[in-house]
């Protein structure tokens, strides 16, 4: 892993200096202060794709799409770093129209010099040897995940016994070799060749003693994660049978709060996108409106209570796709070929263009550009009662779009929101500002594909 990010990290800097070298053979202006350019970039870029995570755990078992918003957001914090160090230097010596240049010409490199190298990476890798710990159910489910996934091997099962002493087995159904004592565990762990400890069991004594000898494998590069963490970072989605089982974890957490920086970063996003995206919008939504009209008469706009942010109601507007219905009729999913879609109505909703009047949502504040979507009340007082963990999704502003519409088709049944709340409850503990970034850019693939519309 150390390796790899070696790799990376020593690529960066090639790339960079080979933009570099470009731009000062092409414009004028960069060639005046070529030596700091070649100084100042290769830096800043280091800094950033740090700072954005290019180089964290793992990353390179990562798919493209998720790659490409750390490399974005890298590169934005390189340009924050160039643009600071520009105030301190004279402009001959290098100027804001150099920084400039460098990062419009750095985007598209950068994003086909990882992908073409994390491919190739991803397909010269052999799977990981992983360790499962625990006993007892929770351990034989999660063993078989390990099992058929192809980016892991599982190396050994270690089951704590009630003796104190540890149960080894080499294969998932494998005859136990005679058990250990947990202090030697750390050095046949080392001996296998493992580099990630994946904790299943629920027996939280057992688990704090084992936990307690397998610190020290922190120190040979081991990574030591609970099932929690491991089924995420496997399917980025949150396993919702540990709020049915009430299973604990030392993982299992839901922040309350997003941090100020991030709050703030992403309400700016809202408001410039919605303010871009009504004012370019404006003409379409206006012959949209006269369309409907004239087809189905009034009313032009859908109106609808929905529940928001920390379960607060608010109206959500759309174009009226459906049938004039009756108001005290309870909400209920949408079916393929359902009646109540009008001829208009379908290609609107074919084309996502009966959401745009959702831009005024997110520019009031009531919805964000990304988040878990909004439910009718009714819905929301059906699937409290049938979900567990149901209500946890609101800990988020509603989206637009959100990490379930970019990862699961339409919804239609109680399973399909079961599903979809796992990768709601997903982005709820791990969403932010880079990860909305690639949301928005897997939309305009589901908007231009018309995938997962109804």
């Known amino acids: 892993m150390a390796k790899i990010a070696r790799i990376l990290l020593a690529g960066d800097v090639a790339v960079a200096a080979a933009c570099v070298a470009a731009l000062t053979t092409t414009l004028p202006f960069f060639g005046n202060g070529q030596g700091m350019s070649f100084l100042v970039f290769p830096i800043s870029t280091v800094i950033g794709q740090k700072a954005g995570g290019s180089y964290g755990d793992r990353m390179y078992r990562r798919r493209p799409a998720e790659l490409i918003p ?20 004279p402009s001959y010596a290098l100027s804001r129209s150099a920084v400039i240049a460098y990062h419009l010409l750095a985007i598209p490199v950068f994003v086909a010099w990882r992908i073409a190298t994390l491919n190739r990476i991803r397909g010269s890798l052999a799977p990981e040897p992983v360790a499962v710990v625990g006993r007892g159910k929770g351990t034989a489910e999660l063993v078989d995940v390990v099992t058929k996934e192809n980016l892991f091997r599982l190396a050994m099962v270690l089951r704590p016994q009630s003796s104190g002493a ?38 939280k004594d057992a688990h704090d003693k084992l936990h307690r000898h397998l610190n020290g494998c922190k120190r040979m590069d081991v990574d030591l994660l609970d099932s929690v963490a491991f089924l995420e970072m496997l399917t980025r989605r949150f396993p919702i049978q540990h709020i049915e089982s009430w299973r604990p974890s030392f993982s299992y957490r839901f922040p309350r709060w997003d941090p100020v920086l991030e709050q703030r970063l992403k309400r700016l996003l809202d408001i410039v996108v919605s303010v871009v995206g009504l004012l370019l919008a404006l003409p379409v939504m206006f012959t949209i409106a006269v369309v409907l009209r004239l087809c189905s008469g009034s009313p032009v706009i859908f109106k609808q209570s929905r529940t928001g942010f920390r379960n607060r109601p608010f109206t959500m507007y759309k174009f009226r796709s459906m049938k004039r219905a009756d108001p005290h009729e309870i909400a209920y999913w949408t079916q393929e070929n359902d009646p109540r879609i009008t001829k208009l109505g379908f ?18 504040g009531d919805m964000s550009l990304v988040g878990p979507r909004p439910e009718s009340e009714d819905m929301v007082k059906q699937l409290r009662q049938q979900v567990p963990g149901y209500d946890i999704r609101h800990m988020k502003k509603p989206g637009v779009t959100g990490w379930a519409q970019v990862q699961y088709r339409y919804g239609s049944s109680v399973g399909d929101a079961r599903k979809k709340l796992q990768y709601d409850l997903y982005y709820v503990r791990h969403g932010n500002f880079i990860m909305d970034l690639g949301i928005l850019l897997r939309t305009l693939r589901v908007v231009f594909t018309l995938w997962g519309s109804r």
């Open 70 to 89: 750390r490399v974005l957001a890298g590169l934005g914090a390189s340009a924050f770093f160039a643009s600071a160090v520009v105030l301190y230097l």
């Open 166 to 203: 540890i149960a080894i087995s080499r294969t998932r159904n494998g005859v136990s070799t005679e058990p250990v004592l947990p202090a030697k565990t750390a050095t046949l762990i080392a001996d296998a060749g493992v580099k990630l400890i994946v904790f299943a069991s629920s027996d």
């Open 347 to 364: 290609l609107l909703r074919k084309t996502h263009l009966d959401e745009l009047p959702q831009l005024w949502n997110v520019l009031k």
